[in-house]
């Protein structure tokens, strides 16, 4: 599964992003798919998942300001970003999951500026 991610940019605190992430493939066919961050000096973590039955699973830190959402016409993953702070500021990356293996995207920068 090949996954590219866009979406990303310069914005101001308190405004919004919407990241994309397109498949290569259906993504029906695929268990899940998440979004995770890393921020300088820091690990990746999660910040959303959504399986392929429309369930979805945030971080406490995403949790009331951003959505994830999935077009399986377009075999693309959304993670829409409100209310942006600049602790969101991370390169964000897709991640799906096929078979208990993760296939990872190429990461999006998002700046949140104060």
């Known amino acids: 599964v090949q996954l590219q991610a866009s979406g990303g940019g310069l914005v101001q605190a308190g405004g919004s992003l919407r990241l994309s992430c397109a498949a290569s493939r259906s993504i029906r066919s695929i268990d899940s798919l998440a979004w995770y961050r890393q921020a300088p000096g820091n690990e990746r973590e999660l910040v959303a998942t959504i399986t392929t039955t429309g369930n979805a699973y945030y971080a406490d830190s995403a949790k009331g300001r951003f959505t994830i959402s999935s077009d399986s016409a377009k075999n693309t993953v959304y993670l829409q970003m409100n209310s942006l702070k600049p602790e969101d500021t991370a390169v964000y990356y897709c991640?799906?999951?096929?078979?208990?293996?993760?296939?990872w995207g190429q990461g999006t920068l998002v700046t949140v500026s104060s």
């Open positions: 991640k799906a999951t096929l078979l208990f293996r993760s296939y």
